[in-house]
């Protein structure tokens, strides 16, 4: 089956392989993002040595299964070990050994493999500075889908692997793009609306995609692989954030805070929804989630970084948070029948402007801007006594302001007399209380664009779901 996407990374892996050095490579993203998956495809063939952590495993099991991995590639007459200097002198001699002309070695889900208060980290510095730097054959990987530990532990690290990685690299989630490719080569007939809405399900992530089967509707999938009983993704949450996190019951509890707003909440508000202190372990949480791409930080305009907010962006926490309590209450065809409600179209609503956030290269080169420096934020303003809000302004270098309006419709996108004048007010009302003097315009981001009546001259440009779907 081909491949699908990771153009970038798969020219950077290669690249590193083919290298006249040793290269010591990072590769980290969030579980079920297809990290394993790249790797085993480029070099599933030319691996020296392959071993990978266990979860919630005893430092005693991560070396016994270590041990197992090295009977597998041919260190039968190397004693067991019971620490990681040691396990690191075998894999020193396995690799002597061959006669591959690049010894590739995959150290998977490191994180689980270096338990509390073991000497991992100790036994991978000797490993690459005592021994594999010195030599120009060698491509060690290593991975981990804890990224917050990946960045502080390795990337970040202070002691003896302190810039020793020769590349670092992040694998994200599909784009809307990939997930196109990915459904048409495993032959699931959607249209691009339908995968639009499957995006704001699942997400851009390949593992839940895969468990779609062709012979069923999106709705059937979605009823299979979550609502069901037993189904796949049922505790898909719990096992996401433990596997991610040690003490993940406080990253649940930040993660069900955000959930409570669309838009997102201040630091204080997530401190007193979540009913944890706001000190040190809150900005330790919200950084690790920020960088194992949970959540975005995003500034409103004229506001400082003090005054940042924070958004859930993982679509099916989001998701999973939404509907949990739903899910036990009623049958395992609840989103067959919940799909023709108003609850749906408003669900739809709010996930379609995540879906755009998360496309803004798309968004920007539509407008033709992707040539421009730009800058994004939100705005929150009153017109006429009641509040306003924009959630995407784009500010260009080039003197002018994106006001983003995002509208998910089942149809051309009609704009209303009361809708018209909303559209009016925010813009005068951000040009006034800004005091910008950039041109300001009002664009539209929607499923099958806008339908042009005597109310529709406020919307200057124009961005369709189409659109999303580019490079």
Known sequence: MKFIGREKEKSILKSCYNSDMSEFVAVYGRRRVGKTYLIKELFDDEFVFYATGILNGTRDAQLLSWNKACLRFGGIEHPAVSNWIDAFENLNLIVERSDLKRKVIFLDEIPWMATMNSDFLAGLDYFWNRWASSRKDILLIICGSAASWMTNKIINNKGGLHNRLTRQILIKPFTLNECEQFFIERKIPMTRFQMAEAYMVFGGIPYYLSLMKPQYSLYQNIDEMYFAEGAELSNEFDNLYKSLFRNSENYIRVVEALAQKNAGLSRAEI?????????????????????????????????????????????????????????????????????????????????????????????????????????????????????????????????????????????????????????????????????????????????????????????????????????
Request: proline share 1%.
């Open 271 to 471: 401190a007193a929804y979540s009913k944890l202190a706001n000190g040190g372990r809150l900005t330790q949480i919200l950084n690790d989630l920020s960088i194992s791409g949970f959540l975005r930080e995003y500034k409103a305009y004229g506001r400082k970084k003090k005054d940042s907010l924070y958004q859930l962006t993982d679509f099916f926490s989001i998701f999973d948070i939404r509907f949990r309590k739903i899910r036990d209450m009623y049958a395992s065809d609840f989103w067959l029948k919940f799909s023709s409600t108003p609850a749906h179209f408003s669900w739809r609503g709010f996930a379609f402007e995540r879906l755009c956030l998360l496309h803004l290269p798309q968004i920007q080169k539509a407008l033709g801007i992707s040539g421009v420096l730009t800058f994004v934020f939100s705005w929150r303003g009153a017109t006429d006594g009641t509040g306003a809000q924009i959630d995407l302004v784009i500010d260009r270098n080039d003197n002018m302001i994106n006001l983003c309006e995002m509208k998910f419709s089942s149809g051309l996108f009609l704009i209303d007399k009361k809708y018209h004048e909303s559209l009016r007010n925010k813009r005068t009302t951000f040009t006034n209380s800004t005091h910008t003097r950039k041109a300001v315009q009002t664009t539209l981001v929607t499923t099958f664009g806008l339908e042009r009546n005597e109310y529709s001259s406020e919307i200057v440009s124009e961005v369709a779901l189409d659109d999303l779907f580019g490079e």
